[in-house]
């Protein structure tokens, strides 16, 4: 029993130290975007390795766990929401790296009239990423339920976003259409990251409850 627990702990200091890794990403993506900040982005890119190798070593602990251990109750759901929280940290680094490679191509060229100000976007994602993992890390349900009501928000400043964008292609701004798009990309790689904080949210919900609440089935 004590082997196992270790095994339990081992598995927690690991899906923690890639949230930390993680989330250390889309804060500095987040200045990247704001001060279009090319080399930055191009730091920020190189984590993408380091974190899909933690991805599978986390995942490949979990496997073994069940394997060996067979969990029941609260250590097999403590297991499975690590393996699906594994999975949308690692979707957050992809995400960070599109958003870098987007960064790179704005920062070609001047601030247009009709850009978005990502920042408070970027800000509630960040918030939302850091609300899921100290909820995982304090088992606090209500935290998590509020990382759930924070996804609103940002769905929002992305229709912002867009409608902003659409409205300059309506002004006649076609000639900027590579551009736009890349703006337009930003805004979707941005809420993704928030859809994925969310998710993470949803996990540790079912870690503490035994209620699984994605699609809407949270009361």
Not at 27 to 54: G, N, S, T, Y
Not at 91 to 105: E, K, L, M, P, S
């Amino acid at each position: 029993m004590k082997h196992f627990q270790r095994e339990l702990d081992k598995v927690k200091k690991m899906i923690l130290s890639l949230g930390a890794l993680v989330e250390q990403g889309v804060h500095r993506i987040k200045a990247a975007i704001e001060e279009r900040d090319v080399a930055l982005a191009k730091d920020i890119m190189r984590f993408d390795h380091e974190i899909d190798e933690m991805e599978v070593e986390i995942e490949e602990e979990c496997l073994k766990i069940i394997a060996l251990h067979q969990p029941v109750a609260a250590d097999l759901r403590f297991l499975i929401a690590v393996v699906k929280i594994n999975n949308d940290l690692e979707r957050i680094g992809d995400q960070v790296v599109n958003i870098a490679q987007r960064v790179q191509q704005i920062a070609k060229r001047p601030v247009a009239p009709y850009q978005f100000d990502y920042s408070v976007m970027a800000e509630k994602a960040e918030t939302m990423l850091r609300m899921s993992l100290d909820s995982l890390v304090n088992q606090d349900l209500d935290m998590a339920i509020e990382v759930l009501k924070l996804d609103d928000e940002v769905d929002k400043l992305k229709n912002e976003a867009y409608d902003r964008i659409k409205q300059a292609m309506a002004d006649g701004a076609t000639k900027d259409i590579g551009y736009m798009i890349n703006l337009l990309l930003i805004s979707r790689h941005i809420e993704r990251l928030g859809d994925h904080a969310t998710n993470i949210a949803e996990e540790v919900i079912y870690m503490i409850e035994g209620e699984i609440v994605r699609h809407g089935k949270l009361d």
